[in-house]
């Protein structure tokens, strides 16, 4: 008998690049590790806020430090990530509200699609434009009209104040329920850590079955 799915939480933002990484990680491990990986469309902003944390692109040398950190990740994770030629605007002035919103409404409307719709997203901040998630033009014109309603911004809140409950300075952050326990793991580069817990193997970011087809 096949046991339950454990159960685990990622919160993100699809301004956070790191936010990236750590999804496209655990999207493929989740059917190798059986969990039941949920995905919570968050806001970065808030959670900054909230915490008193500032975000790293506002001190010269850790923006620096952040440009080469995800150029190199991204190829040891191979995830086609890059750096918008407007960085800066984007990271600290364009912000994320209605992108996220647009997620928690695919999530509200469409769950089997977040996913998908998520990583459109990034490719499309962090990356060249890619090709549509497989959501209509009346699905998606559908869901933008709702992104200003009272049960989209209530969602999101609702969201970004569970992952400051669990006590997020930052983005992404996966909690993990095991055994009536809860463990929350900041960064993306806590998946050794959380296969630990998991009493799983950790076989590097990019495991040998999704390797094989890459």
């Known amino acids: 008998m096949t046991p339950a799915p454990r159960t685990l939480e990622l919160f993100y933002d699809v301004l956070s690049p790191y936010s990236w990484l750590g999804f496209e990680v655990l999207c493929r491990y989740k059917k190798l590790w059986n969990i039941n990986l949920q995905l919570r469309p968050s806001l970065i902003a808030a959670i900054m806020k909230d915490s008193g944390n500032q975000p790293p692109a506002l001190l010269p040398r850790k923006a620096q430090y952040l440009q080469n950190d995800i150029r190199l990740l991204g190829q040891h994770i191979q995830v086609p990530i890059q750096l918008p030629k407007d960085f800066f605007s984007v990271i600290l002035e364009k912000g994320s509200l209605s992108a996220m919103r647009f997620l928690t409404a695919v999530n509200l409307e469409h769950p089997k699609m977040l996913e998908k719709v998520s990583r459109e997203l990034w490719m499309r901040v962090w990356s060249r434009a ?85």
Not at 177 to 191: C, E, I, P, Y
Not at 195 to 203: I, Q, R, V
């Open 130 to 214: 890619a090709e549509k998630a497989g959501m209509s033009t009346e699905q998606a014109q559908g869901l933008l009209e709702k992104i200003s309603t009272p049960k989209v911004k209530n969602e999101l809140r609702d969201t970004t104040n569970a992952a400051c409950k669990y006590g997020a300075f930052g983005l992404p952050v996966t909690v993990a329920h095991l055994d009536g326990q809860t463990h929350m793991l900041f960064g993306s580069d806590r998946m050794e850590l959380l296969a630990h817990l998991l009493g799983e193997k950790w076989m590097g970011p990019v495991p040998p079955a999704i390797n094989a087809k890459i």
